[in-house]
């Protein structure tokens, strides 16, 4: 009975506990720089991106100025 069992042991795992996240920061960075749309008016806050704020409720999308 020549059985084999390929055994596919990876030795290591590893697992990193992200604790990086600071919501207290994110809120008050986020409060601060937050936008309204110009399009949907006060109280419509624009998602904040990379280089760009986009409004979700119209599509609009206005490029940061730096
Ligand atoms: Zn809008």
Same mark, same amino acid.
């Given at each position: 009975m020549g059985k084999q069992k *390929?055994?596919?042991? *990876?030795g290591k795992k590893q697992r990193k506990p992200s604790k990086s996240t600071k919501k207290a920061d994110y809120y008050q960075n986020g409060k601060k720089n937050k936008r309204e749309c110009p399009k949907c008016g006060i109280a419509v806050f624009m998602a904040e991106h990379k280089n760009r704020y986009h409004c979700g409720k119209c599509g609009f999308t206005e490029f940061k100025q730096q």
């Amino acid at each position: 009975m020549g059985k084999q069992k *390929k055994s596919n042991v *990876k030795g290591k795992k590893q697992r990193k506990p992200s604790k990086s996240t600071k919501k207290a920061d994110y809120y008050q960075n986020g409060k601060k720089n937050k936008r309204e749309c110009p399009k949907c008016g006060i109280a419509v806050f624009m998602a904040e991106h990379k280089n760009r704020y986009h409004c979700g409720k119209c599509g609009f999308t206005e490029f940061k100025q730096q």
